[in-house]
């Protein structure tokens, strides 16, 4: 079965603690994308790669960094830097960044609670 | 990204009634896609459309990419109960392929 896995579903923190949330895809996706949500909002970009090995900003980087050393990997670092990090956090794939397909593929969400 | 105005913010159905929202943008989309996110889950693709005037259904779901480019609309038939849930707009700007999200249609079983 092909799609997107993150990891856990709910993450607790205590405040100035990094936390990493995992991110996983086997659709043979090239582009990736990671959004927060808040309530009664849409989705507000974190950062997005359309490479393996690169990766740029998004709207709302600040306090957030990631990497992509593997096509299906991931993953998001909450730094102790993001002012209010509780949150629920998606992540995303899609066929390419650019192109004709657009459609983005969603993971299941990872609820972040920092106290 | 570019915020999208969607409406209405949120809507009772009652089952078998047919519910329409719509979004629009200040700028022309070359891509209109329509999503449902369930309580603590994420989105999923519902519809995708990508040429101006096109009308696609999905099952009781039909929705159409506005000829200006500047909006789209979904319309859900014979509403059932588990329609409810948050439908998200979502389009990508003529000059920039990132997806920009309106901030959702909540619905909710009319008691």
């Known amino acids: 079965d092909g799609g997107i896995t993150q990891s856990p579903k709910y993450l607790f923190r205590k405040e100035g603690q990094n936390v990493t949330l995992s991110c996983e895809q086997n659709?043979?996706?090239?582009?990736m994308y990671w959004y927060r949500q808040d309530p009664g909002q849409g989705l507000r970009l974190i950062y997005y790669?359309?490479?393996?090995?690169?990766?740029q900003k998004g709207d709302i980087a600040e306090g957030y960094s990631v990497s992509r050393e593997k096509k299906e990997s991931f993953p998001l670092t909450v730094t102790s830097a993001q002012k209010n990090p509780t949150a629920f956090y998606l992540c995303?794939?899609?066929?390419?960044?650019?192109?004709?397909?657009?459609?983005?593929?969603f993971g299941p969400g990872t609820r972040l609670t920092v106290t | 990204g570019q915020q999208l105005n969607q409406s209405p913010q949120s809507m009772f159905i009652q089952e078998g009634e047919d519910v329409s929202m719509n979004c629009t943008s200040s700028s022309i989309f070359n891509t209109w896609l329509w999503y449902k996110q369930d309580p603590g889950e994420g989105p999923v693709l519902l519809i995708a459309l990508y040429k101006a005037g096109e009308l696609t259904s999905n099952g009781r779901l039909t929705a159409q990419f506005g000829i200006t480019r500047k909006d789209s609309f979904l319309n859900i038939s014979a509403s059932i109960p588990s329609d409810v849930g948050i439908y998200f707009c979502?389009?990508?700007?003529?000059?920039?392929?990132?997806?920009?999200f309106g901030a959702g249609t909540t619905v909710t079983v009319r008691a």
């Open positions: 790669s359309q490479i393996v090995n690169d990766f």
């Open positions: 659709l043979n996706h090239d582009a």
């Open positions: 979502a389009g990508h700007p003529n000059n920039d392929y990132k997806l920009s």
């Open positions: 995303a794939s899609s066929k390419r960044a650019g192109g004709d397909s657009y459609e983005q593929y």
